[in-house]
């Protein structure tokens, strides 16, 4: 079964950077979707970003477009996630999942996200104003 670990978050200033990490375990990224969510206390776990290595397939919600990439490192099995231009409203924790129905891009989702089947325990990140 396919196992996933988030590292990376911390506390930055606004307008600073972080990289998350997604390491996967059990299995190829090749098999997956891998996306990350994150959700902040009060409200709905939100999606972030996912990547399809089988065909490259590649999204972000609007609110992180031109701020944060998503990639990978296949060698590795690890997904990355670079935020940049942090903002306070981007304090959540953050899960990588990952989804054996390569639910990718997420064009057809209206104002929801699919449920992946398999997730990270999270990381928290905080951005101070």
């Known amino acids: 079964q396919v196992r996933l670990e988030e590292s990376g978050g911390g506390l930055v200033q606004a307008g600073g950077s972080l990289r998350l990490s997604c390491a996967v375990s059990?299995?190829?990224?090749?098999?997956?979707?891998i996306g990350w969510f994150r959700q902040s206390p009060g409200k709905d776990r939100e999606g972030v970003s996912c990547?399809?290595?089988?065909?490259?397939?590649?999204d972000y919600t609007s609110d992180v477009k031109g701020r944060f990439t998503i990639s990978t490192d296949n060698a590795k099995s690890t997904v990355y996630l670079q935020m940049n231009s942090l903002k306070p409203e981007d304090t959540a924790v953050y899960y990588c999942a990952a989804d054996k129905w390569f639910r990718c891009p997420w064009t057809e989702y209206i104002n929801t996200y699919p449920d992946y089947d398999f997730w990270g325990q999270g990381t928290q990140v905080t951005v101070s104003s």
């Open positions: 059990g299995s190829t990224l090749a098999n997956y979707a």
């Open positions: 990547i399809a290595t089988a065909d490259g397939s590649i």
